[in-house]
């Protein structure tokens, strides 16, 4: 309102836009993801109904895990919804309608329909409900993370939990229902195309595995010790660096620069860089400083300079925001007495609030002497900078900063009969002093007087301050001593110590690695005086707490998931068979970081720990058929074969629908598609690596140990 003709305001930065972006990368991974899934379950059921039926437990499923979101005040954002996975939400009622084709193409008693998909649905009950509450036991670990990793991985645990709960609900009652109505007598549980030729070549590999059990145990072990030494290459980070779409240059100058200089140089980077980068930059605009009163206090030679970048299709100078940012920092380089460090406007905020340092990675040094700190922060410095991976290598500023010391002459003001204090008061006026409040309603403004701003710019001008003797008036400088010295530009106290903080930005390796080698070289290179220590903070020190948490949560939710497996089958060898998916699921995700040059994070991490649930489903399908064929007295090597021919269909739909389901944000690069990119890497990895296990070395396995642990008959269960 009020806007002169032809003035119009436009937002030069806006969140929601990347909030819209990011979404955008969120739907078109769930709707890819579902599309596949759905397009895999009509492919290996060969039955339309039989799909339908299971597809329709993707939205319900969903339906469910919403409600209980607005419940818990779960917000639908990248984090809550970017490890939902729909091949895992119909894993159980793909295993029961496929038990349910099979049991009516093989009934010969004319039996009622009814009947028939009770019998169906029981027989896998136990595997498919403990297989869920499996998968939904292992994300309780990541609901114990604390600090800002819990916050970010929190939600997407509970959105995994709620999901799997309705799909289990569903399991249990809607889908033998429509079961029931949908899958008639006329039901042919026959072997597609697809099936047909996937049957021909396992059976003769079966066969190899099972007459040669030594070759496939040497290999499987030999598989595991590979992939443990490929995790000591892999590297580490605290979360992959989400694109935001946009830039910060935090620049620093000379402390003690003035403002109008500060401005003349903010304005000239801005002309130069949009004069290099027209078809990358859309808008452009520097901060400089702060105010007065401030949670974020910057003298005026800091300035943030914010880039709103174009559309990545628009770009003509790079392909990729790194490649983006190298080519701004060869450029801003070539600007004298000035350093820039190039972050975002969001990552920035999250590494001051998380680390107190706007870089990947800060060097906190802790001592008193301010200029022993200065020595030691350059040596700390030099030797960041030697390392490779290192930019924007930067040592706070905390010297420098011209200041007018004013220091009154005891001697002078007492033979002018003037009080001390009066003297103060007019150095104080400098500043602002408070006279006094306005009350306007409930509103109370302070009122504040300060001299006019021409005594502030000179030092002379503050000698001819005039103070009151009695009927006379001395200038300043008869009563006190004024001079320009060199003072602390900045102060910065962690635990009530004094530190000094060299910070670098990591690129072109993980953050892991280069803080150990960082670790090692300062050791060795920089010698600290009595008193003086070094601490690393960044996003590692997040990192390293949580992998910290995980070594204690995790093998408690791996010793539940063994209970649950043992009270499934009553046996501990069996319990153990099964188990075994776990390691190999983490041979196939490790395998895939290492092929995909990806460094472990906590969002691997949260991949991993799902993997672990998903592996023993498939597993846990294949030997309760074992020891149902075993119970009904078939040897052991006949049940092996006839129970990894029937659930062949089976354990690789539930492979193909867990994996296929991730596809889309292990390939996606837009907004946000960093954060789950590893997560789903992981898990495809480790989903066809566990589903080998569970169709060449299991069987191996069972028949290595014998009927050892073999269930003896037992009554109907129904």
């Known amino acids: ?148 990793e819990g916050k970010l991985f929190r ?39 697809v099936m047909r030729r996937l049957s021909t070549w396992y059976r003769p590999v079966l066969q190899f595995a099972l007459n040669r059990p030594g070759i496939v145990l040497v290999a499987a072990l030999l598989a595991l010790l590979n992939a443990g030494f490929l995790a000591t290459r892999l590297g580490s980070e605290f979360v992959p660096r989400l694109r ?27 002309r130069a860089l949009l004069e290099k980068f027209p078809a990358e930059i859309e808008h452009i605009w520097t901060r400089s400083g702060s105010a007065e009163i401030t949670t974020d206090p910057m003298g005026v030679e800091l300035s943030d300079v914010f880039l709103s970048l174009r559309p990545r299709e628009e770009w003509r100078r790079a392909t990729t925001q790194d490649e ?44 008193e002497d301010f200029e022993v700190l200065k020595t030691k922060a350059a040596e700390i410095a030099k030797v960041l900078g030697e390392i490779p991976g290192a930019a924007d290598v930067f040592t706070e500023q ?10 009154a002459d005891r001697e002078a003001i007492g033979r002018q009969g003037i009080p001390v204090k009066d003297v103060l008061e007019a150095v104080e006026m400098l500043g602002t002093r408070e006279a006094g409040a306005m009350q306007a309603g409930e509103i109370r403004v302070p009122i504040a007087l300060r001299l006019d701003d021409q005594y502030r710019r000179d030092p002379d001008a503050v000698r001819s301050i005039l103070v009151a003797a009695d009927e006379r008036r001395v200038p300043l400088g008869r009563l006190a001593t004024i001079a320009t010295v060199e003072a ?59 992998r910290k948490r995980l070594m204690i949560v995790v093998p408690i939710a791996l010793a539940l998931i063994f209970l649950l497996l043992y009270f499934t089958y009553q046996r501990v060898l069996d319990a153990l068979r099964v188990f075994t998916g776990v390691p190999f699921a983490a041979v196939g995700g490790i395998l895939a970081l290492w092929l995909r040059d990806m460094p472990f994070s906590i969002s691997a991490g949260v991949g991993f720990v799902a993997l672990s649930g998903v592996a023993v489903l498939g597993d846990m399908v294949l030997v309760s058929m074992v020891r149902q ?53 992981v898990v495809i990895g480790g989903v066809l690596s566990s589903t080998l296990l569970t169709l060449v070395v299991l069987p191996v396995l069972y028949s290595v140990l014998g009927t050892r642990g073999a269930p003896v008959p037992e009554p109907n269960e129904d």
């Open 155 to 193: 939600p997407m645990a509970l959105t995994v939990i709620f999901a799997l709960a309705g799909s289990m609900l569903l399991s249990l009652t809607l889908v033998p229902v429509l079961a029931s109505f949908g899958l008639g007598r006329r039901t042919e549980h026959h072997e597609n195309a």
């Open 629 to 681: 064929r075993l119970a009904a007295g078939r040897p052991l090597r006949a049940a092996l074969e006839e129970a990894a021919a029937n659930r062949l269909r089976p354990v690789l739909m539930t492979a193909l629908v867990a994996s296929l389901g991730f596809l889309p944000m292990a390939l996606n690069t837009g907004f946000g598609a960093e954060v789950q990119r590893p997560l789903a890497t």
């Open 244 to 270: 935001e779409g946009s830039i910060v240059i935090n620049t620093v100058r000379l402390a003690g620069v003035s403002l109008d200089e500060s401005v003349r140089y903010g304005t000239q980077i801005e």
């Open 488 to 546: 602390p530009s900045t102060i910065t106290r962690e635990w009530g110590k004094r530190r000094i903080v060299v910070q670098s930005n990591v690129r072109g390796r993980d953050v892991g690695s280069f803080v150990a080698e960082a670790q090692q070289a300062i050791g060795e290179k920089v010698t600290l005086p009595p008193g003086y220590f070094v601490r690393y903070g960044g996003q590692f020190e997040h990192l390293e707490q949580a």
């Open 324 to 367: 983006l940012v190298q080519e701004m920092a060869d450029e801003v380089a070539s600007l004298p007495g000035m350093r820039a460090i190039f972050t975002q406007p969001i990552e920035m905020r999250v590494n001051e609030m998380i680390a107190g340092i706007r870089g990947d990675v800060g060097v906190k040094l802790f001592g």
């Open 1 to 148: 309102k009020g806007l002169p003709a032809g003035v119009e305001i436009t937002p030069v930065y806006d969140r929601t836009h990347l909030v819209e972006r990011v979404l955008t990368t969120v739907r078109t991974n769930l709707v890819e993801g579902a599309l596949l899934v759905v397009a895999v379950l009509f492919v290996f059921l060969g039955n339309m109904r039989a799909g339908l039926i299971v597809a329709a437990a993707i939205p319900l499923s969903m339906l469910f895990a919403s409600n209980l979101m607005v419940r818990f005040g779960i917000a639908g954002s990248l984090m809550s919804l970017g490890a939902i996975d729909f091949g895992l939400v119909v894993d159980s009622s793909v295993i029961q309608i496929e038990n349910v084709m099979r049991r009516l193409g093989d009934d010969r008693d004319k039996r009622s329909v009814l009947e028939i998909v009770r019998d169906a649905v029981v027989e896998v009950r136990k595997p498919t409900l403990f297989g869920e509450c499996i998968i939904a036991i292992v994300y309780l670990p990541i609901l114990t993370l604390e600090g800002i």
């Open 398 to 407: 905390i010297t420098g900063q011209p200041v007018l010391a004013i220091t």
